[in-house]
């Protein structure tokens, strides 16, 4: 069959990709459809016609699988923000593992036994503590729209709540809207400030506070487990993991290229009279070798909690030829995540103890994974 734009279809979708898109086939041709769910027969329009596969919008359900739910947000499906509000909760974390779990195995050759099941969010929706607000000027309709990108295309979707934001957000996106910026194409970011932590305003800080405990439970269990007694956290932001993690070792050093937030760091150490450890402003790949020459390998952990793009490859490398005890990945992507560890693992350098998947965005795509690498012997 050969599929062109505008052509609508009928097919039974048998997966989810990573990314929120159903996968079903027409004619053994990949065709992807968003907003659904395996198991469902949907009828759908083609959008995109590409070599290997197509894309098409949803249309209809003809068929629901039981795990399909009414979703809360009216905007839903024409923002961009959530792909999953019409899958069941506890379904989502069940699709979540086995996208996981298939990244792994594909991208870094890891085996889908090393990939817990998800640990989920007490409270699935109302969590962000931080979004990004955009305005964008309308010309046909002659308004200011604000709100987040769509789903379809690039274009600002104009909203008045966020159901997955924090109430306290939702109050001040009614504030930028009664006071709307300028003009179009600015950026605003609402935040809940964590009690108790200072952070500066662009620093980097977890933006669900109701699944924080466990993943700091995660680490710290990792680390026990390893009976490291010296402590790397690269990344390191204000200091979260290195202050949370103080109590389980010895001594500790954070490093973070961003100066406010060494500061902050600092200040947050003080607060809680942390006096085991110390923070220095710095690039991680650059700290990381006299680091590693302070502390003794055979018991020390490295953390690594880097931006979304992932670490370095001289990080990486260095990270392979002073062989660490033990290092503790953290990461909100999964797939430059794979790919990394699929570089610290190669040659038997390190092996992969396992990885916890934690329910960090519930409704959306994303997911936050801590994986727990040893130094093989």
């Excluded at 062109?4 to 004619?27: M, N």
């Excluded at 949907?42 to 399909?68: D, G, Y």
């Excluded at 010309?139 to 104009?158: C, H, P, T, Y």
């Excluded at 991680?284 to 502390?295: G, H, I, Y």
């Amino acid at each position: 069959m050969s599929l062109k734009i505008g052509d609508s279809i009928s097919l039974t979708i048998h997966d989810l990709a990573f990314g929120g898109e159903g996968v079903g086939r027409v004619d053994e041709f990949v065709v992807f459809v968003p907003f659904v769910i395996p198991g469902e027969t949907v009828s759908a329009e083609i959008t995109e016609v590409k070599k290997n596969f197509a894309r098409a919008k949803l249309l209809r359900v003809i068929t629901p699988a039981p795990e399909r739910v009414a979703p809360e947000c009216k905007y839903f499906t024409q923002c961009g923000g959530c792909q999953y509000q019409h899958i069941d909760y506890a379904a989502q974390l069940r699709f979540k593992q086995k996208q996981i779990a298939d990244l792994f195995e594909r991208v870094g050759k890891i085996s889908p036994e090393r990939v817990a099941p998800v640990i989920g969010c007490p409270q699935p929706y109302h969590y962000r503590n931080r979004i990004m607000i955009r305005s964008q000027w309308n010309g046909s309709a002659k308004k200011l729209e604000i709100g987040f990108i769509r789903a379809d295309n690039n274009w600002v979707q104009d909203i008045e709540e966020c159901k997955i934001a924090e109430p306290a957000l939702n109050e001040q996106i009614l504030q930028v809207r009664a006071n709307p910026p300028p003009r179009g194409g600015l950026k605003v970011v609402l935040r809940v400030q964590p009690e108790g932590w200072s952070v500066p305003k662009d620093s980097f800080f977890q933006n669900n506070f109701f699944l924080l405990p466990e993943l700091v439970t995660t680490v710290k269990k990792f680390l026990a487990d390893s009976g490291a007694r010296h402590l790397i956290d690269l990344y390191c932001g204000v200091g979260f993991f290195g202050i949370e993690a103080a109590d389980a070792v010895e001594n500790f050093v954070g490093v973070e290229y961003d100066a406010l937030a060494i500061k902050a760091a600092r200040e947050n150490a003080a607060s809680r009279k942390i006096n085991n450890g110390e923070f220095i402003a710095a690039k991680s790949e650059e700290a990381l070798p006299e680091l590693l020459k302070k502390f003794p390998t055979e018991n020390t952990s490295v953390i690594l909690d880097p931006p979304r793009k992932g670490c370095w490859p001289s990080l990486l490398e260095l990270l392979r030829a002073t062989r660490p005890a033990q290092v503790i990945y953290v990461s909100c992507h999964p797939a430059t995540m794979a790919r990394d560890l699929n570089i610290l693992c190669g040659d038997g350098v390190f092996e992969l103890a396992q990885v916890q998947p934690l329910d960090m965005f519930p409704q959306t795509q994303h997911v936050e994974c801590v994986a727990d690498l040893r130094r093989r012997n």
